[in-house]
């Protein structure tokens, strides 16, 4: 419950407890605040004991932190019934990947001499664009304007 305060906000707040409160009253005020966070557990324990067996039997394995929904989430998708573990397993993403590289490395190795070259499927940058003809326009789209 109070693991992200730090060092410095304890410090922080027995100091503004001490201002408020004063040195005489601060051991009173700390009776009642654990007396009272006592009595809320006591009343929270009590009342899970109620709901339990009001349930009855077949929901002895009941634990109310299963409403949450990520535990809940969590819970059902480790389920066997579904069989998931099957489909997740089954799923191997390197395998697959392996299998797309040696496609793709047989295919550029089946590519005919010429264009299998150290420049083969690159574009030259250090090369000038070639003019087009002074016939050829480029492609106009009706639709595009």
Do not use: C, W, Y
Not at 70 to 88: P, V, Y
Not at 90 to 102: I, N, Q, R, S, Y
Not at 116 to 138: C, H, I, L, N, Q
């Amino acid at each position: 419950m109070f693991n992200d305060i730090g060092p410095l906000e304890v410090v922080t707040l027995v100091v503004l407890a001490v201002l408020v409160f004063g040195p005489d009253k601060l051991p009173k005020v700390i009776q009642d605040v654990t007396r009272t966070i006592r009595k809320i557990r006591e009343f929270s324990e009590s009342a899970k004991q109620d709901i339990r067996s009001e349930l009855g039997p077949e929901f002895k394995d009941f634990e109310f932190e299963d409403l949450n929904p990520k535990t809940f989430i969590r819970k059902q998708l480790d389920n066997e019934e579904l069989g998931l573990k099957e489909i997740r397993n089954g799923f191997d993403l390197k395998k697959e990947m392996a299998e797309v590289t040696d496609a793709v490395h047989s295919r550029e190795a089946e590519a005919p001499a010429s264009a299998a070259g150290p420049s083969a499927g690159r574009v030259d940058m250090t090369k000038k664009p070639e003019a087009p003809a002074k016939d050829d326009r480029p492609p106009f789209d009706a639709d595009a304007t």
